[in-house]
């Protein structure tokens, strides 16, 4: 499989080129220059098949020949070791629970993939530098995932006081090749420190960067798998109901998470529709109402890892749909909301269907409810990350301590390792200078 920059300024690339450079030299995305249909035989196997199973069948056309089959099939049993339940939350509503990971959040996928990738990829005496930008679980995710990992070093880039204080222990206490940068800015300032290190020719000649943001492919095509995973699950459970009577309302900051799953409606899933559920940051909800795709300055919510001004996936949505604006409409609705309804509807669930909800997964139920009506169909929204890792806002919420499952509890009491700088790219590049050195 080769990979195209969706600015189509910039050579095509094998997967592992495209997974060392990360992002294209001319600021695209790459994008697979095919999209494979999978077969019938796939679908009508899929509720019967392991994680492990079906992520090596959806991914396999993308890594080949770059990554031999059976080294595939390793990669994916290792990253695909921890369960992803559908679990229903009241008649015809599920959640997509994926946060039995390491850093309980749906991002230790992706992470987990891309680092066992790159790891196959560096070479001895050529390390790789990722560099990353997060909201709040993609720096636990990545840190972790490339935790020890050789000839890789590791920098993450998050906003100064917009994390929540054990998003932000789970990437500043691990040493090692992790390097932590507290930024004075917003997260759409770290984002944008990032791509104008990856254009800055300077630093291409010192050093080998690449990035874990979802921007890299690696980072994103496996969440494709949770998808088939899901509908498989979904089929199993109700055998009679028509094949593609599934709505997904999928939480979205950057919106890798919903170009993943529409990627997987186009190798053939049968999924009815998506809804992109957005908070306060609501530029694509804005652009499937108007037609006009207007950034903006983030707004700092609850649900902060969806603090996302300038959504960097979005070109990877358009492209899906040959920006064809009619027909992204015949597939995914938007949907936002504010930061009180948030609360609300936690207390609401938690109390009414004893199910606790995180406050991006809440945001993709409140998206399910509105359209359930109209929709006609089941409803799974995903459940993106441990409502612990939100301890002090859900506890506020509900009145009651929430307990931290055991893979939270090992980051407690740790000394926390961070570097500050001022929303400034000369800061940026003495710190990456200085991994060089090291």
């Known amino acids: 499989m ?19 450079k990360g992002l294209p030299q001319d600021k695209g995305l790459f994008f697979p220059k095919e999209i494979p249909v999978l077969p019938a035989s796939f679908f009508e196997a899929l509720p019967t ?95 972790n995932g490339f935790l020890g990992v050789a000839n890789i070093e590791v920098v993450i880039l998050y906003p100064e006081g917009g994390v929540s204080d054990i998003q932000e222990m789970q990437f500043t206490t691990l040493g090692q090749n992790i390097t932590s940068v507290a930024v004075k800015g917003t997260f759409d300032d770290c984002q944008s420190l990032v791509k104008q290190a990856f254009s800055d020719a300077e630093l291409a000649k010192e050093m080998q960067l690449s990035s874990a943001n979802s921007i890299n492919v690696a980072r994103w095509l496996p969440q494709m798998v949770y998808y088939f995973h899901a509908w498989g699950q979904w089929r199993k459970q109700n055998p009679s109901a028509e094949a593609s009577a599934v709505t997904f309302a999928v939480p979205s900051g950057n919106f890798g998470n919903l170009a993943a799953g529409l990627l997987a409606r186009q190798m053939g899933l049968p999924i009815a529709s998506f809804i992109a559920a957005t908070n306060r940051n609501k530029i694509v909800p804005d652009y499937l109402e108007t037609g006009v795709y207007t950034p903006a300055p983030s707004v700092a919510t609850i649900a902060n890892a969806m603090d996302v001004g300038a959504p960097n996936n979005f070109p990877r949505i358009l492209e899906l749909f040959g920006n064809d604006f009619d027909a992204l409409l015949q597939v995914v609705k938007g949907y936002w909301t504010d ?44 459940e993106t990350a441990h409502p612990a890792k939100f301890k002090q806002s859900i506890e506020e919420i509900i009145g009651e301590e929430v307990e931290l499952p055991e893979q939270l509890q090992a980051f407690l009491n740790k000394p926390k390792h961070s570097i500050s700088i001022n929303n400034d790219f000369n800061e940026l590049a003495a710190v990456l200078q200085e991994q060089v050195k090291l």
């Open 2 to 20: 080769t990979f195209y920059s969706t600015n189509r300024q910039s050579p095509d690339m094998s997967f592992s080129e495209a997974v060392i």
């Open 49 to 143: 098949l392991s994680l492990p199973e079906i992520a090596y069948q959806v991914l396999s056309p993308y890594t080949a020949p770059d990554i031999a089959p059976d080294h595939l099939k390793s990669i994916c049993e290792e990253v695909f070791n921890f369960p992803i339940p559908l679990v229903a939350v009241e008649e015809g509503v599920s959640a997509l629970e994926l946060f039995y990971g390491p850093t309980c959040a749906f991002k230790d996928v992706g992470a987990r993939f891309m680092s066992r990738c790159l790891q196959a990829f560096s070479t001895s005496g050529n390390p790789v530098t990722v560099l990353v930008a997060t909201s709040g679980d993609t720096g636990s995710a990545v840190a």
């Open 339 to 382: 930061d009180e309804p948030i609360r609300s509807i936690i207390r609401e669930v938690n109390q009414e269907q004893n199910y606790l909800m995180d406050p991006h997964g809440a945001i993709g139920y409140m998206a399910l409810k509105k359209f359930f009506t109209e929709q006609k169909s089941a409803g799974i929204f995903l």
